[in-house]
């Protein structure tokens, strides 16, 4: 098998998983996935990425509660204008997929740091190239490189893992104010890291050909 061929075993084997044994996860083993998160390429250079190891089950549980209180509070905002079909779905279909991680014993915090290079001191910034915005972005898009990389390493060392976005979107600033995170730094996303209880079928993917346009 070449290395090609042992790379894509890797990103097409990789499930979302959701449900995870009581095996806890060894603190070597973050630290191995987190020096290859680090290896992602970043704009610049810059390596805007930090990485928090919820390792501890009561703040894990603490963290899904506040995204549950917060979902429920958005529901019940809905059905005060009305929406109560949509309040309920929010609840039972969006609800689980928030909080997928209250059984898993580590709990990944994804931070962006503020972007900065020697570009945007002695260039950009001074030209004004883009809105104050665009360098919040920047962090972000490279903070989940190296989140992807943490996830195919985490798959290819035996660990399941699950990116969620949910409890981000509901309670952010919750989170951040519960692991002292600085202002200046967005909470991107949230991985469950365990070992799998189950894995999940294969989910269905655009073909390539309706997804790629080449241009000669």
């Not at 469950?192 to 309706?210: F, H, I, Q």
């Amino acid at each position: 098998m070449t290395l090609y061929d042992t790379v894509k075993e890797v990103i097409h084997s990789r499930r979302s998983v959701r449900r995870f044994t009581e095996q806890p996860v060894a603190v070597e083993d973050v630290k191995e996935l987190i020096d290859c998160a680090r290896y992602a390429p970043s704009d610049t250079n810059s390596q805007t990425w930090e990485f928090i190891a919820v390792m501890n089950r009561e703040r894990i549980r603490q963290i899904e509660q506040m995204t549950w209180d917060a979902l429920h509070a958005k529901a019940a905002e809905a059905e005060k204008r009305g929406l109560t079909k949509e309040a309920r779905l929010l609840v039972k279909s969006f609800g689980p997929y928030a909080t997928a991680f209250s059984d898993a014993p580590v709990l990944i915090i994804g931070l962006a740091t503020p972007y900065t290079s020697k570009f945007r001191d002695r260039i950009f910034d001074p030209i004004q190239f883009v809105p104050e915005a665009v360098w919040e972005e920047e962090g972000i898009k490279s903070s989940c490189l190296a989140l992807q990389n943490l996830m195919l390493a985490a798959h290819a060392r035996g660990l399941a893992t699950c990116p969620m976005t949910g409890p981000v979107l509901l309670a952010a600033d919750a989170i951040k104010s519960l692991l002292d995170i600085p202002p200046d730094r967005q909470v991107n996303m949230v991985l469950s890291l365990g070992y799998a209880a189950d894995t999940p079928a294969k989910l269905p993917r655009k073909p390539v050909e309706e997804i790629l346009r080449i241009i000669e």
